[in-house]
């Protein structure tokens, strides 16, 4: 009985969360996504050109994406998920970020891969999170949180 129920759950949780899409990797591959159109191209253009050259300085790869919804999914799984669908970050040594806003359900994460954790470890995302992204949301400014949480 107890391996049934254990059973059902399973098909239960993973028929909803097999549910959910997660947008295509973006071609040309940009690292700034903004599927909501919340962001000025002019905006885009900026934070994508930091990135960039970050990105070159450093080989640490940092990606913002702005979706609608996560449809229920946890914040947290959809970033990591959605990073190492896109490939973010160098696959040998597994250092990308994903800075993550869902803006309907007013949720934010910040995923790192293993390679950052040392220098950006959970306590540290959150920090950013709270300290720089979250004010300025609720500001309704959503460059500057971009910009703030990734600098």
Do not use: H
């Not at 998920?81 to 040594?93: N, Y």
């Not at 993550?100 to 959150?126: H, M, N, Q, W």
């Amino acid at each position: 009985m107890r391996k049934l129920f254990f059973l059902v759950l399973f098909f239960v949780f993973g028929y909803t969360w097999a549910g959910v899409e997660f947008p295509a990797k973006p071609v040309p591959p940009r690292l700034v996504n903004d599927f909501t159109n919340t962001l000025a191209k002019e905006d885009i253009q900026r934070l994508e050109s930091s990135l960039v050259a970050f990105d070159d300085s450093t080989s640490v790869q940092i990606a913002v994406v702005i979706i609608s919804s996560l449809d229920g999914y946890p914040i947290s799984d959809y970033a990591f998920e959605l990073g190492e669908k896109w490939g973010i970050g160098d696959a040998k040594f597994n250092n990308g970020a994903l800075l993550l806003i869902a803006k309907d359900d007013r949720k934010v994460f910040i995923a790192t891969g293993t390679g950052l954790e040392g220098v950006l470890p959970d306590y540290t995302c959150s920090e950013i999170v709270n300290a720089e992204v979250i004010p300025n949301l609720r500001g309704g400014d959503y460059y500057r949180a971009f910009d703030a949480g990734t600098d």
